[in-house]
């Protein structure tokens, strides 16, 4: 039990705190890839909390930089 608390309260920390220091749309980035990143990491060796993890972290950087991009845009 203890083997799965850990990473699961890694990965809620994780989460919890890229949703509460960003906007809706970095959210739904979040959970976009920490789906993704879970199944690849189910597929790869049974680390899909890592894997969801990572994916989060990662697409929340993406989508995070695609707003700063559209925001940095002039308007017409």
Known sequence: MTKLLAPAL?????ATSTIALDTAASAKGCIRGAV?????????HHH????????????HHHYAKKARAAAAQPAR
């Not at 890694?10 to 994780?14: C, D, I, S, T």
């Open 36 to 44: 993704a990143g879970g199944v690849a990491g189910h597929y790869a």
């Open 48 to 59: 899909a909390i890592a894997g969801a993890a990572a994916g989060c972290a990662i697409a």
């Open 10 to 14: 890694a990965v809620f920390a994780l």
